[in-house]
């Protein structure tokens, strides 16, 4: 009878330790994916910070300085990205619709580096008298 429940003991003991180790490597995995994850995105706002420094900087040179450029993201569960770019400037929100279609197109010509995913430029239109503030 103390045979039989030496055994039992040892098999409780080898099946915890090994459920304790499972869980300690499924920590480590958990751990590094959690790192990983933290270091790619630290590395796409890095790009997309530039990415809206160099919008601002190309409306400077085209004379719409003072310009509120602002990038949302949408990130799918495949973690594919989309981008959003909103400006708002008077000057640019009171253009004709071609010129804006022009200057929307010219914004599209600037590429940030690493970013891949589809950026969409939105312009603001200006508040007009009538507006409700």
């Known amino acids: 009878m103390r ?3 030496k055994r039992v003991i040892m098999t409780i003991s080898a099946l915890v330790l090994i459920g304790i180790t499972a869980f300690c490597i499924s920590g480590t995995v958990h751990s590094r994916e959690k790192v990983e994850r933290r270091e790619r995105e630290k590395y796409y706002r890095e790009l ?5 420094k160099e919008v601002r900087s190309f ?3 085209e004379g719409y300085s003072n310009s509120g450029v602002t990038m949302t993201k949408v ?5 594919n990205r989309s981008y959003t770019v909103t400006i708002h400037h008077r000057g640019i ?3 004709q619709q071609e010129e804006q279609r022009q200057l929307r197109e010219e914004l599209s010509q600037i590429k940030g580096e690493g970013m891949d995913g589809a950026i969409t430029c939105v312009i603001v239109q200006p508040c007009r008298n009538d507006c409700v503030r």
Do not use: T
């Open 3 to 5: 045979e039989g429940m």
């Open 48 to 52: 997309e910070a530039e990415y809206v």
């Open 59 to 61: 409306l400077n040179e």
């Open 75 to 79: 990130i799918d569960e495949k973690e």
């Open 93 to 95: 929100g009171s253009l």
